[in-house]
């Protein structure tokens, strides 16, 4: 499986456009990025998922070059409810989607 | 409002007890997960089931843990004996995967179980 590496923390300010980059260098062919956020107390929830180019829905947008290696989270204007953790994984298409979670970065935003 | 259901919310026990966790997932979800969250692991997968079949279970010392879905509305997770060390918040996650190109994969969460162990 495809191992994610992304920043530990993050700091932003209320408005701000974030962006968090995860790289994936050996990502397969079948393999999907998916985005989750965990506040705390909460399980994780599904934020966004792409397998090429960008991908856009209400609260975020995903971009992922040609080479599929890496992937960046755009939140637009984040707000002081945005704080939590964000996780980038890759999805293994086959066998039901053995979804594997990383460390995560702490996106800390600030008034 | 269809969501995840996970008892016990919370459990203190003392070690070498049984524990039973329970989860129902969203009513026509295939795939159900449990993972185990710590601060110094984050969140680990311990196994997970599609149709009811566990298909990876690589995640869990098996020598105390198990995980069975009896029926499609019922999933468990058992520690026997319990240890100090298995102290931490299990999520249970349920998602549908139809067998298409490209399905979501999306994983719906629930509220955890927060077991202490002492």
């Known amino acids: 499986l495809a191992k994610t590496t992304q920043p530990i923390s993050m700091d932003s300010y209320e408005g701000q456009e974030v962006n968090i980059t995860c790289s994936h260098n050996n990502i397969a062919t079948n393999d999907y990025i998916t985005w989750y956020q965990q506040f705390p107390s909460q399980g994780p929830r599904f934020i966004i998922q792409?397998?090429?180019t960008k991908v856009t829905n209400e609260v975020a947008s995903l971009f992922i070059p040609a080479d599929r290696k890496s992937s960046t989270l755009s939140l637009p204007r984040v707000s002081l409810s945005d704080t939590a953790v964000y996780y980038c994984l890759v999805v293994f298409d086959t066998g039901g989607f053995k979804t594997i979670f990383g460390a995560g970065t702490r996106l800390f935003v600030k008034a | 409002d269809a969501r995840v259901t996970q008892t016990p919310r919370h459990k203190v026990t003392e070690m070498g007890q049984e524990v039973t966790m329970r989860c129902q997932p969203i009513?026509?979800?295939?795939?159900v997960f449990w993972y185990r969250q710590t601060m110094m692991q984050g969140l680990e997968l311990l196994a997970y089931?599609?149709?009811?079949?566990?298909?990876?279970d690589s995640g869990m010392p098996k020598d105390r843990f198990s995980a069975e879905m009896p029926d499609a509305t019922l999933a468990t997770l058992k520690i026997q004996p319990s240890e100090p060390r298995d102290s931490a918040v299990y999520f249970c996650?349920?998602?549908?995967?139809?067998?298409?190109?490209?399905?979501?994969?999306?994983?719906?969460f629930g509220e955890g179980s927060r077991l202490t162990v002492l």
């Open positions: 089931f599609r149709n009811r079949a566990p298909l990876d």
């Open positions: 009513l026509g979800h295939n795939t």
């Open positions: 996650a349920s998602g549908l995967v139809t067998g298409k190109f490209r399905d979501t994969g999306e994983l719906f």
């Open positions: 792409g397998y090429k």
